[in-house]
């Protein structure tokens, strides 16, 4: 069984661009989580999307954004990048809702610098 | 506000003796509890869990300890290995407010190494 995808691994970009990163779930997953991980602040949440639908937003300004599709794949796009936005960015999927005991499983992030 | 804190970024054990990684929370609402470990380049694993009724969850050499009381989490790894080094994250399950959801709540991390 295929593990959480998420492209690209790594990338690069300026102050005031935007940026879009995909997650695949494992299949059969219907939720999807984001995580922003810098050092000293561990896994922050960003949000969850299950059945299509942001079940569940943690405390990042309006730029940080997302969707999922019919297949459950998910997009978060971050606009108008500032340099405090260079992280590891993870997405983690999971059969139900994440916080209802259901275990999730993280893909190996996306690597973000903002120059 | 950090209402997951584990106060160690970084422990350092011998091979074959125990390595204990505490965690302190804030909320008394957290009803379940689960422990995560994050190797360089790869995304974090679950590791162990334990719900809030309980005090202590056994998965072999890996145990973990709640004490509600304290707000005290603390995850066991006997004997320790040179493979245990890594990352691990605790993590609590939040109640939500009314018509909230769930959410689960990291913490900033330790970084375990295990010298052979």
């Known amino acids: 069984k295929a593990g959480v995808t998420q492209t690209p691994r790594y990338l690069i970009k300026t102050r005031g661009q935007q940026v879009t990163l995909s997650c695949s779930p494992i299949?059969?997953?219907?939720?999807v989580s984001w995580y922003q991980q810098t050092p000293g602040q561990g896994l922050q949440f960003l949000f969850e999307y299950f059945s299509e639908t942001q079940r569940n937003k943690g405390n990042f300004p309006g730029r940080f954004s997302g969707r999922q599709f019919s297949n459950s794949r998910s997009e978060m796009n971050v606009s108008t990048l500032e340099l405090g936005d260079s992280a590891l960015y993870l997405c983690?999927?999971?059969?139900?809702?994440?916080?209802?005991?259901?275990?999730?499983?993280f893909g190996p992030g996306t690597r973000l610098t903002v120059t | 506000d950090q209402q997951v804190k584990q106060n160690s970024p970084s422990l350092s054990v011998q091979e074959g003796r125990i390595s204990i990684l505490n965690c302190d929370y804030t909320n008394s609402m957290f009803d379940y509890f689960l422990w995560y470990k994050k190797y360089p380049a790869e995304g974090p694993t679950f590791l162990i869990s334990i719900s809030s009724i309980k005090d202590k969850n056994e998965d072999g050499r890996f145990t973990v300890f709640l004490n509600k009381s304290a707000k005290h989490l603390s995850l066991h790894i006997v004997p320790s290995q040179p493979g245990d080094s890594a990352v691990y994250f605790c993590?609590?399950?939040?109640?939500?407010?009314?018509?909230?959801?769930?959410?689960?709540?990291f913490g900033a991390g330790t970084r375990l190494a295990v010298h052979p």
């Open positions: 299949s059969g997953h219907r939720s």
């Open positions: 993590a609590a399950k939040s109640v939500a407010g009314a018509g909230g959801y769930n959410k689960l709540i």
């Open positions: 983690a999927s999971s059969r139900g809702l994440a916080a209802s005991s259901y275990e999730q499983y």
